[in-house]
């Protein structure tokens, strides 16, 4: 059994380990610290001048991080909150992105800029965001979330096969769950890259669920219940990649698709791949897709008013059942 | 808000109760923050000030009623010298009726009268120049906490040089404890602080001091040409944090901690007045221990319902 922070920690080892290239940078990433979640511990005691604790400067790390990958190089940059990488989008969206194509020609840059994020925490409002919506639609970005299915270091080898600058998304909750392990209920298996969770010989589901890394716990809470209490079979479709939205399999014959997004409402990731889908799906929906979303509002710190704004549980178990009444 | 009580000085020492009061208020707040952490009761994360509550407890005196004070992450001490108003900032704390702003902000996100804090490092000096270029010429300031490691924030030297440039009467405070969160200063600072606001053409005052009463007399007159020129000033505390940065975070090396310990005002001040000390010690830990109690059997704050 292994935690997906123990994981994740391992995987950058093993990075670091077999590319020489790979430089990390990032607030108290250093040992003993390792980071404000422990995810670079060991790390700064292994590989020496190759992993740097920086100033508070999220918005020149970002760049440097570009710089090194610019130069040959490359850069894993953590922010150590998410809502923190608004500091550096100059440096993303407007340099480390454009970059790769607004010099005539193909420019790599092999960036990759690692975001804690969500709440349920009791952080208050600036330190419990979801900011990937932020960043959909930047020419020359991709999009990619932790989750407890896909091997986090085949994640980055395909991050830094892009040879563009990519965000990853890293749910603070995730970190203290297991990796490949669920509910006892469910089986998962991979199809590309999208982890498929379903109930096994159940046949058709009521519902397709889509969702990212960080609600996956909350998402198949929400499916036991409704299997268990409610009789409705659902689905879950988990892309590692965010943006661009990658192929989700299997959605053909499915009566009804709800997408389920932590971010706030309004210009969401869940409408994105809303988006990509109806062309597609189309001739067969029975009804709009359903998109869950948090509420339009600051997540508040104290955690019974945090509780009602973030999609939890029984609001996806909610939503369902009504899109289906 | 100049001192609040006639000060009846101790004849050893040059504290005054108010002041010995406000330090130890805060002093058991933020102990009892920590506990309450290890009982499990609170959630979140929270900062503790420390070691460095004579800063705000110095500064606050020298603040008036119409100053604006912006704070950090690491705030109680700041907001407790300027407001002794504990429930209020426990109720905050705890998402408690009767919180300072309903529950939403929690420790680090308070706005209360003409005193607001942010989470978001750096983010607050640019907004500090702004509301002091209201108020100049009013003979108000807009006074601003932070910490060493904050001046890693591109943030705080484009304000530096507009509220030179504009003549803002902005008091920067710095509490330089020499870390930030993990890292010290020697590993994230290159140059000073003092050079880096020459650059600017801002006044600068190192404090190294932690006597209340001295610091207080050194800095009156520059603050004073603060409001009246106006122009901005950086005031250096050369400081310690004692505790965690946050909470059971401390990677400094155990001689590191002692030493800190070491240089803390609480026992300095308890050996030149033991029986005075002990009075105010005590009294202002029964009001914590008060306050505790009766927050924590408040229902649930309501969004919407800060007091
Ligand atoms: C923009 C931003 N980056 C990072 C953080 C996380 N963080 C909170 S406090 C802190 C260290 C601050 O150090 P310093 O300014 O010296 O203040 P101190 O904690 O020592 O009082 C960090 C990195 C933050 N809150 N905001
Ligand atoms: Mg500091």
């Not at chain 1, 498929?196 to 716990?217: I, K, Q």
């Not at chain 1, 709800?258 to 001739?283: F, I, S």
């Not at chain 2, 009463?213 to 520059?222: D, K, T």
Request: charged letters at 20%; one cysteine or more; aromatic letters at 6%.
């Amino acid at each position: 059994m292994t935690r997906v922070s123990e994981h994740l920690n391992q995987a950058l080892h093993d990075l670091m380990e077999s590319d020489p290239s790979v430089h990390l940078l990032g607030e108290d990433v250093g040992d003993p610290y390792g980071g404000a979640f422990k995810i670079t511990r060991g790390l700064s005691g292994r590989f020496g001048s190759r992993v740097r604790s920086t100033p508070l400067s999220e918005g020149a790390i970002a760049g440097v991080g570009a710089g090194l990958a610019l130069a040959g190089d490359k850069a894993i940059v953590e922010i150590m909150f998410a809502d923190f990488v608004a500091l550096a989008f100059d440096q993303i969206t407007n340099f480390a992105a454009k970059s790769t194509s607004m010099y005539g020609r193909p420019v790599p840059v092999p960036l990759v800029v690692r975001c804690p994020t969500g709440g349920n925490r009791g952080y208050g409002p600036t330190h419990s965001q979801n900011p990937q919506k932020h960043f959909i639609g930047v020419p020359g970005l991709s999009l990619f979330e932790m989750t407890p299915f896909h091997d986090v270091g085949e994640l980055f080898a395909r991050m830094f096969g892009l040879g563009r600058p990519c965000l990853f998304f890293e749910d603070k909750v995730l970190y203290t769950r297991q990796m490949f392990r669920i509910d006892d209920l469910f089986r998962f298996e991979l199809v590309d890259d999208v982890a498929r969770v379903y109930l096994d010989g159940a046949g058709r589901p009521d519902c397709t669920l889509v969702t990212h890394g960080g609600l996956v716990h909350r998402t198949l809470d929400a499916m036991r219940a409704l299997l268990l209490e409610d009789d409705l079979v659902c689905e879950l479709l988990v892309p590692a990649q965010l943006y661009p939205v990658p192929p989700l399999p299997g959605l053909e014959d499915a009566p009804h698709v709800c997408v389920v997004d932590d971010g706030t409402e309004g210009g969401t990731w869940a409408a994105e791949v809303a988006t990509a889908l109806y062309p597609r799906l189309w001739d067969r929906l029975r009804r709009p897709i359903t998109l869950i979303n948090s509420a339009d509002g600051v997540i508040p710190a104290a955690p019974h008013l945090e509780r009602e704004v973030l999609v939890q549980a029984d609001s996806i178990r909610a939503a369902v059942r009504e899109a289906l009444s | 808000m100049i001192a609040t009580a006639a000060p009846s000085r101790s004849p050893r020492h040059a504290l005054n109760d108010g002041d010995l009061r406000s330090l130890l208020l805060i002093r058991h707040f933020e102990r009892a923050l920590l506990r309450l952490f290890e009982q499990g009761v609170l959630s979140g994360t929270t900062h503790t000030c420390l070691g460095q509550e004579y800063i705000p407890v110095a500064v606050s005196a020298l603040l008036r009623d119409d100053d604006f004070v912006f704070s950090n992450h690491r705030g109680h001490g700041h907001f407790l010298a300027r407001h002794p108003d504990p429930h209020g900032l426990l109720a905050e704390i705890m998402g408690r009726e009767g919180a300072l702003c309903g529950g939403v902000g929690g420790s680090q996100h308070i706005y209360h009268r003409r005193f607001l804090s942010t989470g978001v490092q750096g983010e607050s000096l640019p907004v500090a120049t702004g509301v002091g270029l209201k108020l100049a010429g009013t003979g108000a300031l807009a006074c601003a906490y932070i910490g060493d490691g904050t001046w890693g924030e591109g943030a705080v030297y484009e304000a530096l040089n507009m509220a030179s440039l504009w003549r803002v009467p902005l008091l920067v405070v710095v509490e330089h404890n020499g870390i930030a969160q993990s890292t010290p200063t020697s590993a994230q600072m290159a140059g000073t602080i003092a050079a880096r606001a020459a650059a600017f053409g801002v006044r600068h005052h190192h404090v190294t001091s932690t006597d209340v009463g001295e610091i207080r007399q050194a800095l009156a007159p520059l603050v004073d040409a603060v409001r009246a020129e106006p122009s901005p000033l950086v005031v250096e505390f050369a400081t310690h944090r004692l505790g965690p940065h946050s909470k059971g975070d401390d990677t400094r090396p155990p001689e590191e901690i002692r030493r800190v310990r070491e240089s803390d005002w609480y026992d300095r001040h308890a050996e030149l007045d033991p029986e005075w000390f002990a009075r105010i010690d005590r009294e202002q830990r029964e009001l914590v221990e008060r306050v505790v109690a009766e927050v924590s059997a408040r229902p649930h704050s309501r969004s919407g319902g800060a007091a």
